[in-house]
């Protein structure tokens, strides 16, 4: 049994998309000293503010903000690369005797984060996602998902044959390692926080919830998200980079060299983030001690909300060692 003692202080503030985190986490890390590291896959990203809804300086109001603004499109990034940065982050906040506070919707990253998975004895083998990527070119989309179902049926159920990328990945480790993949994730959500934490989700009334998705989008037009993508694509930046593939920045690009019309991109983006928020909460749902924050139980009140963090936070026994 891990002394919770021993741990060091973690609290997450998570979400589905366009929930409202930004702001309860200003105020958050306000009343407990804390500092915040984006659990974002895509604000790591310079140039690709609009899309990805970057929290501004002024939004900021002067919490620093750990892992925004820290790779090139073009660099590689994926959840080991998140953890060993976030390493780095936390161990800086922690020399300053901060609280860290992990915000984002990726809940991926947060639990890679939270449980410190050990990931190094699964590299990628190039050779094989090379053989599955030869199939999929050949034989298309469907084809190696079907390889999958055969395998995996639990990841075929989950991964959509459309993502292509996880359906590979999922296909090399079952050839690596002769586990299925959904077994091993299984194993790994079980696995105890390697921190004392507390894990908030925020979540609203879906009909809100996907109004808000909505407005945002049509905010991001406004602020110039196809003036955004196009400058991306100037500088050399195409489908084939993770970045590129980011909600907003997929259907503008597809937009932008006349595959859709304008109506189509916007309707796809906001169908598919509305699909995206639903698979959010899916996952929320599955792990183990979230303590959930229902917007509406609290009024829309972000202070009685953070009133009730607070007491939960106290109970965790989290900042009384500061």
């Known amino acids: 049994m891990n002394d919770s003692t021993l741990q060091k202080p973690m609290i ?3 979400g589905p998309t366009a929930v409202g985190k930004t702001e309860l986490s200003i105020l958050l890390a306000k009343a407990v000293n ?9 604000q790591v990203y310079r140039h ?11 939004e900021m109001q002067g919490i620093p903000h750990h892992m925004i603004d820290v ?11 998140f953890q060993k940065m976030c390493r780095d982050c936390l161990a800086d906040i922690y020399s300053r005797n901060k609280i860290p506070i992990v ?11 939270m449980k410190d998975i050990d990931f190094t004895e699964n590299e990628d083998d190039s050779s094989i996602r090379e053989e599955y990527e030869t199939l999929a070119a050949q034989k298309g989309a469907e084809y190696i998902h079907k390889l999958l179902k055969e395998v995996d049926p639990i990841s075929a159920e989950t991964i959509h044959a459309n993502n292509q990328k996880k359906v590979i990945r999922a296909l090399e480790f079952y050839r690596m390692t002769g586990e299925k993949i959904s077994d091993h994730n299984r194993r790994e959500r079980n696995k105890d926080n390697a921190y004392q934490s507390c894990y908030f989700v925020l979540n609203d009334d879906r009909e809100k919830l996907y109004k808000k ?23 050399g930046c195409d489908r084939s980079l993770i970045s590129m593939q ?19 991109a916007v309707y796809i983006l906001k169908r598919d983030t509305r699909h995206f928020a639903k698979r959010q909460l899916t996952w929320f749902r599955r792990e183990k001690d979230v303590i959930w924050i229902s917007k509406q139980d609290f009024d829309y009140d972000n202070h009685k909300i953070l009133h009730f963090m607070m007491d939960k936070i106290k109970e965790a026994g989290i900042g009384d060692r500061n």
């Open 34 to 42: 804390g500092e915040i590291i984006s659990a974002d896959s895509m």
């Open 48 to 58: 690709m503010d609009i899309g990805s809804a970057k929290i501004t300086r002024e």
């Open 71 to 81: 790779l090139d499109p073009w660099d590689p990034f994926n959840v080991v690369i």
């Open 246 to 264: 980011g909600l907003g920045y997929k259907e503008i690009l597809a937009y932008l060299e006349g595959e859709i019309s304008l109506e189509e």
């Open 103 to 113: 915000t984002g919707g990726t809940g991926f990253y947060i639990q890679a984060l």
């Open 12 to 14: 997450i503030l998570t």
């Open 213 to 235: 998705i909505e407005e945002r989008i049509e905010h991001m037009l406004q602020q110039g998200l196809i003036e955004e993508v196009r400058k991306l694509k100037e500088m």
